[in-house]
């Protein structure tokens, strides 16, 4: 690649935001020129890329002229703001927050899983990045689909606090902190305290019983992979710094035998399988934490079903669930549009 591109990073201080900057050094991304973009109160800041000192500056309407690609990941109202202006400048957009996901007129994208669908990011000049949790779900079942059809998924997600972000993860590690030293630990971001307990809330409950990250799940494994696909969600927050964990099951059309699973996803682009019970080797957020790979184990036929397999899915929500991904869009955005 010859080309070179301006890229910003909105959000650029927080969590997402700052694994993105190591994300596009790590990938060797073509960047030219290289805006941070974030909050007033952290204009001035300093962070480093390729060796070089890069302030943080002010996120304004002006900020995207020149620049060829924007990462957003400074949540939803922000992305609502300023996604249209940055793309009225040129730019196109690559939004990790849930702004834009359901719109029709924005793709939404794994590239694992329906590259094809980027295609129609000239509509807005926007493309969404999905809910961290449906992105390695769906990175872990679409070779599954594609052989045998699935018809039914049942999903548990047992998520980590930096899905949250920085607050959280200072949250739990004071939290956890206070009690091993007999004192009361305060609770902030979580309605309850979040350290040696588990939360079956993410997000707020809607009139159907479901918070909203159940229903991003079922909405946007909808949009990405088709209506014929069912999906219920329960999500659960734990007490884990970095790495989603999510037990699935899947009815498929097509008899899938464990042997036929395991032998899809060791070619799955993605997929590292880690399935090997007899030697205690199975899927752990301890092993995703840093990485980019979706892992998959303890696969299983469910023995209520005749059409049925149990997973374990594992990723680095902050990486492959969000910051990995939107830079693997831009890698092919760059490769098959704006070349």
């Known amino acids: 690649m010859s080309r070179k591109y301006n890229v910003a990073i909105v959000g650029a201080t927080g969590a997402v935001g700052t694994q993105m900057l190591e994300c596009l050094e790590e990938r060797e991304f073509p960047v030219a020129t290289l805006k941070l973009l ?4 952290s204009a001035g800041k300093v962070l480093e890329f390729q060796g070089k ?3 943080v500056e002010e996120l304004t309407h002006d900020s995207f002229e020149g620049i060829d690609i924007a990462l957003f990941s400074a949540g939803g109202a922000r992305s609502e703001e300023f996604c249209p202006s940055a793309a009225k400048a040129g730019a196109v957009c690559i939004d990790n927050s849930s702004a834009w996901r359901m719109n029709p007129e924005v793709p939404l994208v794994v590239p694992e899983v329906n590259p094809e669908a980027l295609s129609g990011y000239t509509r807005k000049g926007i493309i969404a990045n999905p809910n961290c949790s449906t992105i390695q779900m769906l990175v872990a079942l679409k070779p599954l689909h594609d052989f045998a059809t699935i018809k039914r998924i049942v999903v548990s997600t047992y998520q980590a606090v930096s899905g949250t972000g920085n607050k959280a993860i200072d949250e739990l590690r004071v939290q956890t902190g206070e009690l091993l030293n007999g004192r009361p630990a305060n609770s902030e971001v979580y ?8 939360l079956p809330q993410i997000d707020a409950f809607l009139e159907n019983g479901y918070t ?3 229903m991003k799940m079922v909405n946007e494994t909808r949009k990405i992979m088709g209506d014929a696909i069912k999906t219920s969600a329960t999500c659960v927050r734990v007490p884990v710094f970095f790495g989603h964990s999510e037990s699935i099951n899947i009815e498929t059309e097509k008899k899938l035998s464990v042997e036929k699973a395991r032998e899809l996803l060791e070619d799955a682009p993605g997929v590292e399988l880690v399935d090997d019970p007899a030697e205690h080797e199975y899927p752990m957020a301890m092993d995703a934490a ?3 790979a979706v892992l998959v184990g303890r696969l299983r ?3 209520s079903l005749e059409n049925g397999l149990n997973l374990w899915v594992v990723a680095d929500n902050v990486r492959k669930g ?3 991904n939107a830079v693997q869009i831009a890698e092919l955005l760059i490769e098959k549009y704006l070349k």
């Open 38 to 41: 974030a909050s007033k109160r």
């Open 53 to 55: 000192a890069v302030p």
């Open 191 to 198: 309605p309850h305290r979040i350290a040696f307990n588990c």
């Open 212 to 214: 909203k990250e159940e």
């Open 290 to 292: 840093g990485a980019d």
């Open 301 to 303: 036929e469910d023995l």
């Open 322 to 324: 969000a910051a990995t």
